[in-house]
Nanobody, 119 residues
Framework: QVHLEESGGGSVQAGGSLTLSCVASTSIFGFLTMGWHRQPPGKERELVAQITSGSSSNYVDSVAGRFTISRDNAKNTVNLQMNSLKPEDTAVYYC?????????????WGQGTQVTVSS
């Protein structure tokens, strides 16, 4: 298990930006696939973006072109830059780690951070 701690959530108006950060407490961060998931109110949790150990990334269609996931292995950190936010982006966002270098399944989860986008 990897301890993950998110920060950076908050409230913003539509069209605004937020950056979420997640710090992982592990000596093998560089070998992990990291992901950001979200769970909107009353809906299932979904994978928003993931980045492999080799820094290849992919996104769910609804955020492609607006969100950017990045990692800093020296700081054990993965970030999610969110631009052009929409009310439908409102959700609790979770950082997650997979022991696989190129994919999930995600085994470790942060506590979540709330993102609220108002119209």
């Amino acid at each position: 298990q990897v301890h993950l701690e998110e920060s950076g959530g908050g409230s913003v108006q539509a069209g605004g930006s937020l950056t979420l950060s997640c710090v992982a407490s592990t000596s093998i961060f560089g070998f992990l696939t990291m992901g950001w998931h979200r769970q909107p109110p009353g809906k299932e949790r979904e994978l928003v973006a993931q980045i492999t150990s080799g820094s290849s990334s992919n996104y769910v269609d609804s955020v492609a072109g607006r969100f950017t996931i990045s990692r800093d292995n020296a700081k054990n950190t993965v970030n999610l830059q969110m631009n052009s936010l929409k009310p439908e982006d409102t959700a609790v966002y979770y950082c997650a780690a997979s022991p696989q270098s190129r994919s999930g399944p995600f085994r470790s989860w942060g506590q979540g951070t709330q993102v609220t986008v108002s119209s």
